[in-house]
């Protein structure tokens, strides 16, 4: 009961400041703040697949499928932000449908390897196809996108449409993790032979769990696209999805919120350490490592450990 | 027609035949007993039974149906369930998260269903259902206890207790007293009896522990190097000499 008290007053405090956060600081920092809503989709929606063990590698490549499709709908098709992002989160899903069908074959690091080479597949794909991909140095020109007479070429509205999307993915997300199917994926992983004994149609939720993953994955591409107005390969390449490994890593997969948290300290990280320019993805190699070997369970496993031992800590006084 | 009917079932380790050749008919209403020495391959004959592994060769029919080539999750949904030699349950999960949990033979799942929350009165159902395995098993006062953190005993009985959430017509025992003591054994073979007799539960139980077996199986088949020595009541299989043999031959009777 007061936990739900205290987690109320808490949500009401994030939401709070982010209404109030365009307004504090500069349009600069709106942008950072824009990336953070749309790496904060894409880091929830990779823990999806983390839950059932399938540490995927093609993850931002399935990021990249949706900002295509909405540089292809937007650009040619003229399509509105409202059409797009939606769509291209479907187009995700289904790419991700194509890809997970060999992938649930593959399990472990045959699956991590085997996933990362589907996904250059698909950046090769618009390497080679000028059209409609625009090739290795990718589309350009696509809108901001508008609704009705509000221009999201603007950071503060577009930071609130982004925002609204976010939160909505966000308590689906949130409601998937803590439903019935949630719970089974994480069966999956604990136990899989188990887990197919009793019912559970193993390859079969694995699959959700990656086209479901892969479909959010496609939202924060939607909104990326239509914020740089370009689109490249570069954009998706094993570069960025070892950013996206390291906020799972920094924070932990194993609540929602790890992925969460450790997104939210390294965003910071990033933005105070421009000035070591090249050396930054040293930087960042080494903190991976470090919590790897030091704090396998991430910056969560904290706060969890505190909580079990406050309650243990409350049942050894009850006893006594 | 028999509840069970495998046919000349083969399991084949590269050059190890770990199943040679077994036919078994198991009624309904049954307690049957499979018994044999270690590495007799007991064990593989449950994972061919319940599709965790391909069989080489040979049928399966459950309820008149062929079953072979299917995988565990739509055998177990057929009501053909098994549980495990070692103590195999979800961990962190909780007595009854873990029950619930393998309730999935049961629902009909749906992604906008659970995201949204639909279904109460199936989840209420469920809840009810499961409170009421839990109870059956004499766990009631674990429910809320992490799986890891439960005695060896009653991770061996929350082990059945996950087997039973999938309603099943034919549960199938993997050495369930093993490691217990006397007084936990009796509980469970108690347990097991009831199954059958309340819960109208078919049974197939391997056990290494003959006392277990003989007390509550009214036919025992003996396994011995992957084939079928004999099969009997437990009278007629204690004292055929084939099966002192193979007992006495591998290591002690435990009489
Ligand atoms: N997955 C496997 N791969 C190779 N050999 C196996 C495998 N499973 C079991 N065996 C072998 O098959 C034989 C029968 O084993 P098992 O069925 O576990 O016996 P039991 O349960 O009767 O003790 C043993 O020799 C064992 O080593
Ligand atoms: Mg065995």
New binding site residues.
């Given amino acids: 009961m007061r936990a739900t008290a205290f987690g109320l007053v808490f949500l009401a405090i994030v939401a709070a400041a982010a209404v109030a956060a365009p307004y504090s600081v500069s349009y600069y920092q709106t942008e950072v703040l824009i990336l953070f809503l749309i790496n904060l989709i894409l880091v929830c929606s990779y823990r999806i697949l983390t839950t059932t063990g399938d540490w995927s590698l093609s993850h931002v490549v399935m990021m990249g499928v949706g900002a295509y499709t909405t540089a292809i709908l937007s650009k040619y098709l003229e399509l509105s932000i409202l059409l797009t992002v939606p769509l291209s989160a479907v187009v995700a899903g289904l790419v991700g449908l194509v890809m997970v069908t060999p992938l649930i074959r593959t399990r472990g690091f045959g699956f991590f390897i085997a996933s990362f080479a589907l996904g250059e597949f698909v950046r090769l794909i618009w390497v080679k196809f000028r059209d409609p991909f625009g090739g290795p140095r990718g589309m350009i020109g696509i809108p901001n996108g508008e609704i009705g007479s509000i221009d999201f070429f603007m950071p503060v509205p577009y930071y609130f449409f982004v925002l609204i999307i976010a939160a909505l993915c966000l308590s689906v997300m949130y409601r998937l993790d803590r439903s019935r199917i949630g719970k089974t994926f994480k069966a999956v992983y604990a136990d899989e032979d188990l887990a197919e004994s009793v019912g559970i149609d193993v390859p079969r939720y694995r699959a959700l769990a990656f086209v479901t993953g892969t479909f959010f994955a496609g939202v924060a591409g939607s909104l990326l696209a239509h914020r740089l107005g370009a689109v490249d390969p570069k954009n998706f390449d094993i570069n960025v999805m070892v950013y996206l490994i390291i906020w799972i890593v920094v924070g932990g997969s194993a609540t929602f919120w790890g992925p969460i948290l450790g997104l939210a300290v390294m965003t910071v990280v990033f933005e105070v350490t421009r000035p070591l320019l090249e050396w930054r993805p040293l930087l960042f190699g080494i903190i991976l490592i470090l919590f790897l070997v030091f704090m396998p369970g991430g910056l969560e496993s904290l706060f969890t450990g505190l909580r079990e031992r406050l309650v243990r800590r409350r049942g050894s006084e009850g006893e006594g | 027609m028999a509840l069970l009917e495998v046919r000349g079932a083969v399991k084949r380790?590269g050059g190890?035949l770990?199943v040679n050749d077994v036919s078994l008919d198991v009624e309904e209403g049954e307690i049957r007993g499979i018994i044999?020495p270690?590495?007799?391959?007991?064990?593989?004959l449950f994972n061919v039974i319940s599709g965790a592994l391909p069989l080489t060769a040979g049928t399966v029919m459950f309820r008149g149906e062929t079953i072979s080539g299917r995988k565990p999750s739509h055998i177990a949904r057929a009501g053909l369930v098994r549980t495990f030699?070692r103590n195999a349950m979800f961990p962190k999960a909780t007595v009854l998260e873990n029950v619930m949990l393998c309730r999935h033979t049961q629902i009909d799942e749906n992604i906008l269903k659970a995201v949204f929350g639909i279904d109460r009165a199936e989840e209420e159902r469920n809840l009810a259902r499961s409170r009421e395995i839990i109870a059956f098993l004499g766990l009631d006062g674990f429910a809320d206890e992490q799986a890891q953190n439960l005695s060896h005993g009653h991770q061996r009985v929350l082990g059945i207790a996950n087997a039973l959430a999938t309603e099943p017509k034919l549960i199938m025992l993997d050495e369930p007293v093993a490691g217990m003591n006397p007084a936990e054994t009796d509980m469970v073979t108690d347990h097991i009896r009831r199954l059958r007799d309340e819960w109208g539960i078919t049974v197939i139980l391997v056990e290494h522990d003959m006392r277990t077996v003989m007390g509550i199986c009214e036919k025992v088949t003996v396994i011995n190097f992957g084939e079928k020595l004999m099969e009997g009541t437990p009278e007629e299989v204690t004292h055929n000499p084939a099966v002192i043999e193979a007992y006495l031959g591998s290591e002690e009777i435990s009489l």
């Fill in positions: 380790f190890l770990a044999g270690n590495g007799a391959g007991k064990t593989t030699q």
